[in-house]
T-cell receptor, first 114, second 115 residues
Framework: AQTVTQSQPEMSVQEAETVTLSCTYD???????LFWYKQPPSRQMILVIR??????QNATENRFSVNFQKAAKSFSLKISDSQLGDAAMYFC???????????FGPGTSLSVIP | DAMVIQNPRYQVTQFGKPVTLSCSQT?????MYWYQQKSSQAPKLLFH???????NEADTPDNFQSRRPNTSFCFLDIRSPGLGDAAMYLC??????????????FGPGTRLTVT
């Protein structure tokens, strides 16, 4: 069965600094999708970034980028130039290409210090 | 804007009194999900619909039921809420098998309080 692990329950970062959130997953599949979702205190979950496993190039979205290491089954999120609005719960998630369920990690609570 | 809408945003019910939460979407996605989320935890999938095909998670209590009368609407029925059912309930949609997609779109959630 697929599992997603986030080993950092809580992280903090100074405003304007860079922080990296870790995620590892376990799967026997070769084709799948990985996601980082953000859930601010208002609780609406939104997609931050998406990575297709068949793509070797790491995905980037403005200040957000990932380090996808397929062999190591690692999918970390880097937030550059951290802003107060980045404070939220971040969930790493996995989805098999042809299957409908998404497996969420336990989440990392990120605080941004002014 | 296309979106996922949940009503009500806050729901208070009494112990054992049936309650229905609703979700609607304007995205025309064929998959809809219901999640239960307790404080500081990951969302827990209760069930999902692929079109009209219902998929229940093995550990979802029988107390939880769902209906999807059409593509746009999905309902979560809790037949006899207990104190342990107090949580945020999230609705989400997706459209699998689309090459540039696979992500889920979430509604704002309904916070259920059981008194």
């Amino acid at each position: 069965a697929q599992t997603v692990t986030q080993s950092q329950p809580e992280m903090s970062v100074q405003e304007a600094e860079t922080v990296t959130l870790s995620c590892t997953y376990d799967t026997s599949e070769s084709d799948y999708y990985l996601f980082w979702y953000k859930q601010p205190p208002s609780r609406q979950m939104i997609l931050v970034i998406r990575q297709e496993a068949y793509k070797q190039q790491n995905a980037t979205e403005n200040r957000f980028s990932v380090n996808f290491q397929k062999a190591a089954k690692s999918f970390s999120l880097k937030i550059s130039d951290s802003q107060l609005g980045d404070a939220a719960m971040y969930f790493c998630a996995y989805r098999r290409t042809s299957y409908d369920k998404v497996i969420f990690g336990p989440g990392t609570s990120l605080s941004v210090i002014p | 804007d296309a979106m996922v809408i949940q009503n009500p945003r806050y729901q208070v019910t009494q112990f054992g009194k049936p309650v229905t939460l609703s979700c609607s979407q304007t995205l025309n996605h064929n998959v809809m999900y219901w999640y239960q989320q307790k404080s500081s935890q990951a969302p827990k999938l209760l069930f999902h619909y692929y079109d009209k095909d219902f998929n229940n998670e093995a550990d979802t209590p029988d107390n939880f039921q769902s209906r999807r009368p059409n593509t746009s609407f999905c309902f979560l029925d809790i037949r006899s809420p207990g104190l342990g059912d107090a949580a945020m309930y999230l609705c989400a949609t997706s459209r699998p098998h689309v090459a540039d997609s696979y992500e889920q779109y979430f509604g704002p959630g309904t916070r259920l309080t059981v008194t």
